[in-house]
């Protein structure tokens, strides 16, 4: 069964700290492994898309590389606007569906 | 621009009523995905459509939910005779083909008293 674990559950910073948030995967056959922000209320809000083994995207503060098992997203020198759930989704060969961990909340204080 | 449109963005039902949740894609999308999300849960899915077809429904339950995407219009996910752990957020998200990154909406919060 395809499951998708992230950690840490919760994540407090001081402004500037760095830090990576986890997710593993167990799948059979990658196609993408998405990663998403959703603040309170709000939908989720499409961040990167990563298909193979040691590809990493940049966004600002945020870079999020691949390996078989595992993604990180990486937070460089965070500011509070960076507060959020972070979700991490994989994607199979066999459908369409994204299979979503629980996500990370990363409070990030001044 | 408009994103992916959802409406109403907060419905209160009373047990065994109707629910009909509705979302709109983004020019262009012509493929639907809808997920829910339980409290202290992750994001579920439930069915994928394109124009007048349904593609894929293995998440969606068996009994009391159904989906349709017509040829005009909104998607429509539609829930009979709702229970209390229908409560949940309904999230819509589209894309312009199947693989890509998704756009969600802001989702629909259903309550049911």
């Known amino acids: 069964e395809d499951q998708v674990t992230q950690s840490p559950e919760a994540l407090r910073l001081q402004e500037g700290e760095s830090s990576s948030l986890n997710c593993s995967y167990t799948?059979?056959?990658?196609?993408?492994l998405f990663w998403y922000r959703q603040d309170p209320g709000k939908g989720p809000e499409f961040l990167f898309t990563l298909y193979s083994a040691g590809e990493e995207k940049e966004k600002e503060r945020l870079k999020a590389t691949l390996t078989k098992k595992e993604s990180f997203l990486h937070i460089t020198a965070p500011k509070p606007e960076d507060s959020a759930t972070y979700l991490c989704a994989v994607q199979t060969n066999s459908g369409y569906a994204l299979n979503f961990g629980k996500g990370t909340s990363l409070l990030v204080t001044p | 621009n408009a994103g992916v449109m959802q409406n109403p963005r907060h419905l209160v039902r009373r047990r065994g009523q109707e629910a009909r949740l509705r979302c709109s894609p983004m020019k262009g999308h012509s493929h639907v995905y809808w997920y829910r999300q339980l409290p202290e849960e992750g994001l579920k899915f439930m069915v994928y459509l394109q124009k007048e077809n349904i593609i894929d429904e293995s998440g969606m339950p068996k009994e009391r939910f159904s989906a349709e995407f017509p040829k005009e219009g909104p998607s429509i996910l539609r829930i009979q005779q709702v229970v209390r752990g229908d409560s949940a957020a309904y999230f819509c998200a589209s894309s312009s083909a199947q693989g890509d990154g998704y756009t969600f909406g802001s989702g629909t919060r259903l309550t049911v008293v």
């Open positions: 799948v059979s056959g990658l196609r993408g």
